[in-house]
């Protein structure tokens, strides 16, 4: 079946750095999700993006759909504690469920 | 309701016996997912349904799990004989159709604890 790969897997940073994190697949998706999970809750909708080479921004938050489709970028800008979590993206083939990436884990040193 | 509510928020249960997860997804989505998730690890899908039809339930680790939902709303994940392998949080989402434009809206989940 299709696979989503994040990288990296996981990531310790000091507050106030910028990070970025990636999403690529073998396969060609339609739609691109940004997911985050805190600690002990579900996973929380993002950004969405719908068309290749779309930029997206929410907050600190941007995310880009790449130009192949086959990719998608989370950037977050100045991070702050309360960033910590696990990022998940998730891919929509057509006419299919959408496919979640395994995670990027995310940690803010004070 | 306004979000997709998951009960109950947290399970211990003893090997061997049955358990029962319930998930009450938002008015009016038609389509309702479980996934597993083992500590620290990603998003396992379980089962998929999407109104009448009939459910995907490609995701199922063995036989000992089943799923339903009742009157296209509720769905019930039941694990049966559980064993320690078992215990992972358990989330549900729901969406309008297959999700397409609006993506998954995920319940704070269930973390049961097989002793």
């Known amino acids: 079946g299709q696979q989503l790969n994040q990288s990296p897997q996981s990531m310790f940073i000091q507050e106030g750095e910028d990070v970025s994190m990636n999403c690529t697949s073998s396969?060609?998706?339609?739609?691109w999700l940004w997911y985050k999970q805190d600690p002990g809750e579900g996973p929380v909708l993002l950004i969405a993006?719908?068309?290749?080479?779309e930029l997206t921004s929410n907050g600190r938050l941007t995310a880009q759909f790449g130009i192949t489709r086959k990719d998608s970028f989370l950037n977050i800008s100045a991070s702050i504690p309360s960033d910590v979590g696990i990022y998940f993206c998730a891919g929509h083939p057509y006419g299919q469920n959408f496919v979640f990436g395994p995670g990027t884990r995310l940690s803010v040193l004070p | 309701g306004a979000g997709v509510s998951q009960s109950p928020s947290n399970k211990v249960t003893e090997k061997g016996k049955d358990v029962e997860l319930r998930c009450d997804p938002i008015s009016g989505h038609t389509a309702l997912y479980w996934y597993r998730q083992s500590l620290g690890q990603g998003l396992e899908f379980l089962i998929y349904?999407?109104?009448?039809?009939?459910?995907?339930k490609s995701g199922l680790p063995s036989d000992r799990f089943s799923a339903e939902r009742t009157g296209g709303s509720v769905s019930t994940l039941t694990i049966q004989r559980t064993q320690q392998e078992d215990s992972a949080v358990y989330l549900c989402?729901?969406?309008?159709?297959?999700?397409?434009?609006?993506?998954?809206?995920f319940g704070s989940g269930t973390r049961l604890t097989v002793v």
């Open positions: 396969s060609i998706f339609n739609t």
């Open positions: 349904f999407q109104g009448n039809s009939a459910p995907d």
């Open positions: 993006l719908y068309k290749a080479g």
């Open positions: 989402a729901s969406s309008l159709a297959t999700g397409g434009v609006y993506g998954y809206t």
